[in-house]
C-alpha cells in the first residue's frame, strides 16, 4: 500500500505485520506455524505457509493490510465483510 509493506513472500514462508496481541498470541499457541520476526525495534511474524489453509491465511494476510492502511479504508472495508 503505497510505500508501506504489510506483507512479504520469502522461501515458503510469509513474513506478515500482525496486530500485536493477536501476534503474541499466536507466537504462544503456534509456535510452530508463526515465529518472531525481528523489524527495527520490534517483531513482525514469520508465518510457515505449508501449516495454514487459504482462508486462514486470507485472515491474516486481511489483518496485516489493515495494520497498515489509514482506518477510513480499512473500516469501511471491515464493515462490509462482517454486515
Known sequence: MGKK???LHLRGRAVLKLERGHQEL??????????KCPV??????YVDLDHLDEDELGDLVREAWVQIVPKKISRPYLSALSG
Open 5 to 7: 509493506t504489510f506483507a
Open 26 to 35: 499466536l507466537f504462544e499457541i503456534r509456535p510452530e506455524t508463526i515465529q
Open 40 to 45: 527495527a525495534t520490534g517483531y513482525w511474524a
